[in-house]
C-alpha cells in the first residue's frame, strides 16, 4: 500500500463522523451547561466525551495525511502554502460570519455601537491568526450558562493543529521524519496524558504539564504518522485490529480510556480507513465538508439555543443544528475552500529532507 489512490480509502467518512460527534457533544454543553450526561462520558465513567475522540481520530488523520504531503512535495514553501490554505480561508470567513452576522443579530447592544467596539475586528483577525484571546462578543450571550457566551468553542484547536504541521515541516527539513522520531513523539503524547490524569501530581508531573495542550494532542498526530511511516508493512491487519479494540475496551475499566487512545483508537480509526474490503462511502459526494461543520457546528447550536430561549433540549438543538451547520459547510466548501485549494502548488519530486522508506529507522 505505497499509494493511496485518490479516495480509494474512507478517510472522508471518518472525518464526517469525527464533526458530527463534536456537534454532537456540544449539544449537551450548550444545552445544559455540562457534559454530564453526554452518553460516551457515563459509558466510560466520565472519562471522555464522544467529541473529545473525534477531535483524537482528526489528528490522527492529519497525522497520516500530511506526512503523505511533506513527503509528496518538493518544496518545504509549496507544503507550508498547502496546509495554510487548507486552514485559514474558511476560517477567515467563519470568524466574519460570527462577528457581522450572528453577533449583530443576538447582541444586546445598538448596531452602531456594537460596529464600534473593538472585539468583532479583534475577534476575526485574532482567530483567523489561531489566537483565541478574543472569544466573545459585545452584547451576546446565547444562553444562561457557563458557555452561554461562547461564540466558537471549537476552534482552540487549530492552533494546535497548524504546530502539528509545522513540526512535521521542521522534522521533515532535518530529515528526522522517521519512525524513531514517531515513536518518541508517541510515547512524549502518552506521557503528557498520562501524568496530566494523575491527582496529586506526581514527581515529574510537572514537567509534562509545562507541554500544555500541545502536548496533550501531540500523540495522536504521531500515531497518524507512525502508521504512515508503517504503511508498507503488515501493520494494517485484522487481528492487530482485534487486539487495539480489545484493548480500547480494557482501557475503560482501566481508567486509561484517553491516555491508551493514541494506540488502540487510533489505530482502529485508520484501519477502518485503510481496510480494502470495506466499501468505500461517497461521503464528499457533496464536497469535503468535514472541515466546514467543525468551524460552524458550534455558532449553529449556539443559535438555536438563543432562537429557543435557552429552553431546547440537546436533541432538539442537534436536529436543527447539524443540518444548518451542513448547509454552511456546503457553501463553505464550494465557495471558499475549494476554489482557495485550487491554488495549490502542484509538486513532483521528493521534498528536501525526504528518506526513502526503505532507509528509515
Keep these: 500500500m505505497t499509494a493511496l489512490p485518490s479516495r480509494q480509502n474512507n478517510f ?23 457534559q454530564d450526561h453526554e452518553w460516551l462520558i457515563l459509558l466510560t465513567g466520565n ?55 450572528l453577533g449583530p443579530f443576538v447582541t444586546t447592544l445598538p448596531l452602531g455601537n456594537y460596529l464600534s467596539r473593538p472585539e468583532p475586528y479583534e475577534y476575526v483577525v485574532g482567530n483567523t491568526l489561531l489566537d483565541q484571546t478574543v472569544h466573545e462578543l459585545p452584547g451576546v450571550s446565547f444562553v444562561k450558562n457557563q458557555v452561554g457566551s461562547e461564540i466558537n468553542g471549537s476552534l482552540w484547536t487549530l492552533r ?31 506521557a503528557c496524558l498520562h501524568f496530566d490524569m494523575l491527582e496529586p501530581l506526581e514527581r ?33 491487519d485484522g487481528r492487530i485490529a482485534l487486539l487495539a479494540f480489545a484493548g480500547l475496551v480494557l482501557s475503560v475499566p482501566s481508567r486509561e480510556f484517553i491516555p491508551l487512545f493514541p494506540v488502540f483508537g487510533c489505530y482502529l480509526a485508520l484501519w477502518l480507513a485503510l481496510y480494502s474490503r470495506l466499501p468505500v462511502i461517497p461521503a464528499a459526494r457533496f464536497g469535503d465538508l468535514s472541515y466546514g461543520l467543525y468551524i460552524y457546528g458550534w455558532p449553529a447550536e449556539q443559535a438555536v439555543i438563543w432562537l429557543s430561549g435557552g429552553h431546547a433540549a440537546w436533541w432538539q438543538v442537534l436536529l436543527i443544528a447539524l443540518p444548518a451547520a451542513a448547509v454552511l459547510a456546503f457553501l463553505s466548501w464550494h465557495l471558499v475552500e475549494r476554489p482557495m485549494l485550487r491554488l495549490k502548488p502542484r509538486a513532483q519530486q521528493a521534498p528536501v529532507g525526504y528518506v526513502p522508506a526503505a532507509q528509515q529507522v
Excluded at 53 to 78: D, K, M, R
Design 47 to 101: 472519562q471522555s466525551i464522544l467529541g473529545l475522540t473525534g477531535v483524537f481520530v482528526f489528528f490522527a488523520i492529519s497525522g497520516f495525511l500530511v506526512t503523505q504531503s511533506f513527503e509528496q512535495t518538493a518544496n518545504p514553501w509549496h507544503f507550508l502554502a498547502k496546509r495554510a490554505l487548507r486552514i485559514f480561508p474558511g476560517l477567515f470567513v467563519a470568524t466574519m460570519v460570527s462577528a457581522f452576522l
Design 204 to 236: 515529574w508531573g510537572w514537567f509534562f504539564r509545562l507541554l500544555s495542550d500541545w502536548g496533550w494532542l501531540v500523540g495522536f498526530f504521531a500515531a497518524g504518522m507512525l502508521l504512515y511511516k508503517l504503511r508498507d508493512t503488515r501493520i494494517f
Design 160 to 190: 494546535l493543529e497548524f504546530t502539528m504541521y509545522l513540526m512535521v515541516l521542521g522534522l521533515g527539513l532535518l530529515r528526522l521524519l522517521t519512525v524513531r522520531a514517531a515513536i518518541l513523539l508517541l510515547a512524549l503524547g502518552i
Design 12 to 34: 472522508d467518512a471518518l472525518r464526517l463522523i469525527a464533526a458530527v460527534s463534536v456537534i454532537f457533544s456540544h449539544s449537551f454543553l450548550i444545552t445544559e451547561g455540562t
